[in-house]
Nanobody
């Protein structure tokens, strides 16, 4: 069982920055690929970024590439999402998710492939 708790959301003006954190419980954090997803009102949950178990590889949605950076600290059981140059269309609830995998290079863009989810943190970008 893995419990995930997100933090760092808030209200920011367009062009601003936020850093989201996701703290995981348990001793096997390094066995999980991690992902960030977001959901805007009336829309489906969408992929934002993912990172492999060791942090050696990361993947991004085209809409956030070059603006967002995912990283992880396995010693602290935490994954981060640094969001720069925020736009109003980045508004939504941001969720972190954990996917157990024995494969070091594995990650996923599909919500259905993740095993555990946090409760979400609201990000609102004003224009």
């Amino acid at each position: 069982q893995v419990q995930l708790v997100e933090s760092g959301g808030g209200l920011v003006q367009a062009g601003g920055s936020l850093r989201l954190s996701c703290a995981a419980s348990g001793r096997t954090f390094s066995s999980y690929a991690m992902g960030w997803f977001r959901q805007a009102p009336g829309k489906e949950r969408e992929f934002v970024a993912a990172i492999t178990r060791s942090g050696g590889r990361s993947f991004y949605a085209d809409s956030v590439k070059a603006r967002f950076t995912i990283s992880r600290d396995n010693a602290k059981n935490t994954v981060y999402l640094q969001m720069n140059s925020l736009k109003p269309e980045d508004t939504g609830v941001y969720y972190c998710a954990a996917k157990y995998t024995p494969i070091a290079t594995m990650s996923s863009r599909l919500p259905s492939e993740y095993d555990y989810w946090g409760q979400g943190t609201q990000v609102t970008v004003s224009s």
